[in-house]
């Protein structure tokens, strides 16, 4: 058995602490990753503070993984050790459901295993990014390219793959308008996505305080929720990542005919619409979650290709507890990122 030290929370209102977990030996198909840096998402803060209500402590959070690997199974092909990798969301699905074998995992239908917080195929409580290292089968893991540094690339594999998979699948690119609702961790990856892709972005904000940013990241337009009105029937595409309730109904109006908006944010309360905001335009309403393993892998070269990272705030382990404070808040530019070696010495 290999053992790894990491930060864990052992209720949902204690703080961080180090403790030390245990990972499976390397099987026939099994990564070894060391990890470098592990991403801090909003999803941690829900998980270790229980405000999902199925969290089992301790709790090891993390599903932004970016590492080194530091060996392989015998049948574990196209990756070795040293290579950069990377792990999101998920670390096992079923495997054989129909969406699993169309390389869609994140949506599997009877399997699906989460990064952290979750019970594996062999009973046990997984543990997550916040950790020393981790063993993972290679279908999970993901080649993070050269020119990705890894620290930049951790939030990739949770924000970059749940902004990738919507503006790919509903044809973000040229001759389309996109409007990103919220510049935030998930936005402001979305925002240089959509650019790259060809397609005209606007940034849905609150206020005008983050305009410099969206517009030196690629938005092409930015509006605040005071232009609303005067934004009627202008776009083809929203994908909205607002964790927060909100006017949907409002926003659909922004739709031209045959547009789709896309939800990302699990509110904690429902979202009401006018059903006359859907039927104007013929408009559509869908959800997206993070994509499968061959989408994840796309992503991450199609960044690379285009020099897109996220923005980060590199964190030592002692600073976790008050990055949650903050996250919760809504206090970061953009994305809190752990660098695992302070680990040791937390």
Known sequence: MITAEARAMTGPATPFR???????????????????????????VHHARAEFGHTHYPI??????????????????????????????????CRDCAVCRAGQESYCRSGKVLTYNAIGRDGQVTFGGYSERVVTDQRFV?????????????????AGITMYQPLRHWGAGPGKR??????????????????ALGAHT?????????????ERLGADDYRTTADLAALRDSFDLIVSTVPSA?????????????????NLGVP?????????????????????M???????????????????????????????DDAYDRLAAGDVRYRFVLDVATIAAA
């Open 60 to 93: 090891v959070p993390g599903h932004e993984i970016a590492g080194v690997v530091r060996e392989v199974g015998p049948a574990v092909s196209g990756l070795a050790v040293g290579d950069h990798v990377g792990i999101g969301c998920l670390v096992d699905s």
């Open 142 to 158: 993901a080649r993070v390219p050269q020119a990705l540094p890894l620290a930049n690339a951790a939030p990739l594999l949770c």
């Open 178 to 195: 996109v409007g990103i609702l919220g510049f935030g961790g998930l936005g402001h990856v979305g925002v240089q996505i959509s650019y």
């Open 202 to 214: 606007t940034v849905l904000e609150l206020t005008e305080e983050r305009r410099a940013d969206a």
């Open 290 to 320: 993070s994509g499968g393993m061959p989408e994840t892998q796309e992503m991450l070269d199609f960044c690379a290709q285009h020099g897109i990272t996220a923005e980060i705030e590199v964190i030592s382990a002692k600073e976790l």
């Open 18 to 44: 180090t403790i030390t977990v245990e990972r499976r030996d390397v099987g026939p198909n099994d990564v070894l990753v060391e990890i470098a840096y592990a991403g801090v998402c909003h999803t941690d």
């Open 246 to 262: 909100y006017d949907l109904s409002a926003h659909l109006d922004l739709l031209d005919f045959d547009g789709t908006f896309v």
């Open 268 to 288: 904690d309360e429902p979202l009401r619409i006018d059903p006359y905001a859907l039927l104007t335009n013929r408009r559509k309403l869908a959800g997206s």
